[in-house]
């Protein structure tokens, strides 16, 4: 479901590049502005409407089942765009200028309009054959769980979701097996099992908000997973104002987990990890074959280290590192590594400061395992102070519901190195979420433009800093 989203977004961009392409070879336009200004024009145009789309009209499967507000959006948006470009022009250029910039949004629609009507149709088909329901989980097999059952299953509901069970932490003996027609499957810790191995999208909480402490819990153990989590309301549960509601078949629901990211913002941020590290893999190339070279010829071992490492969705890859230790193959590389180390070999004490170390991480974005900007992966079960730190930092679960990241937001605040005390941990995960709620493709370029600056410079690579709070 999110990936035809994704897909939708991204037709949107090709379509309103197009508008562009085409705008650039109407004879007003080559009249009134020289074939570089127009090139920049076409390029912000198309990049301005994106942007707007993403921002007023996001790209939602909802939103596309609905032909009438797909096409609304097709339609209002590029002549918002265009219409206020003209506008400015106009006392500054001239009406020759502004109305050879009118011609854009006329183009932009004209490709938008059947590109949406076939989208929409295409969701529509989808949803009734299947391949495009929402996959949803309930938690809580309460009267309220059979209520929203009987909605989604009803004929007024024109997305037919497909529900995967009903999920309540009470014992077997106090649960029933079944509510109209769906099975209770188990607890909570099997919801978050499941969805480990199977996708998720929607976590549905069907339980009285007088029961806050179990929706708390609720929350707190699929944190983790990219589905979106929301509360049911009903007569008894009315949110307050100000927060964030939405529906589901009708019904008002309160929002507590959104996916981190619309669709048109993972596809923007894809083609940006995608384009910066081929680039990047280029230019390191020597310097990673370099680095490799001394690595062989210093001693035995592999040149590369992979370890296992959580992604999205808490879905375990294999990072990718230059080896910098002394080869053990009994080290499962679950200690952290401080600056007197004496497993840290004589080339390893040169690129671990340098990062040049992370380098091969290029290939896990260009794999889709990691993002050039995120939180950065950690190991499974990963200990702090003795204990797990999943039970040191409130909500470090929610960390992957993106892909981790070469740098992050924390790293270039300081918050570099082995995780040795709580309040480091906490720290660290209060960064991280921080950038989550914060995400923005500008912030992805700070953050990517800070790390070449400390790399240039240098950095303390092995001992935990910390600074000040610094504001997104």
Known sequence: MVAFAQIAAAVDLICLLLAGWLWLNAQRVETCFTPLEARLIASGLAGLGWLAMLRLAPTRLGRLLDMPWAVADALLVPLFVGGSVAVVALPLAGPPYASALLLWPMAAVTLLLPCRIFLSGMARRGVKSGWLRRRIAIVGATEMSSQLIDRLNGKQNPETPDIVGIFDDRDAAR??????????????????????????????????????????????????????????????????????????????????????????????????????????????????????????????????????????????????????????PTDLGTRGVLSRDDRITRVGRFLRPTCIDELPQLINVLKGDMSMVGPRPHVAHMLVAGAPIEEVAPGYGARHRTKPGITGWAQVNGLSGTMTDTAFAIEVTAHDLAYLSEWSIWLDLRILARTAVVSLFGRKAFEAQSYEWRGL
């Open 175 to 328: 649960r029933p097996s079944a509510l109209s027609d769906v099975p209770v499957l188990g607890d909570i810790a099997y919801l978050s099992n499941l969805a480990s191995e199977e996708r998720l999208d929607l976590i549905v909480i069907a339980l009285p908000l007088n029961r806050a402490i179990d929706i708390l819990r609720s929350v707190q153990q699929v944190q983790w997973l990219t589905a979106e989590v929301v509360v049911l309301l009903d007569g008894a549960n009315q949110a307050p104002q100000g927060t964030s509601r939405s529906a589901i078949a009708g019904q008002p629901v309160l929002e507590l987990v959104r996916q981190p990211m619309a669709p048109g913002a993972i596809v923007a941020k894809a083609v940006m990890d995608y384009v910066l590290a081929s680039v990047a893999l280029i230019i390191v190339s020597p310097l990673l074959l370099a680095a490799m070279i001394a690595i062989r010829l210093e001693g035995p071992g592999p040149v590369l280290f992979r370890q296992p490492r959580i992604g999205r969705n808490g879905k375990i890859f294999q990072i990718l590192k230059l080896r910098t230790l002394r080869y053990d």
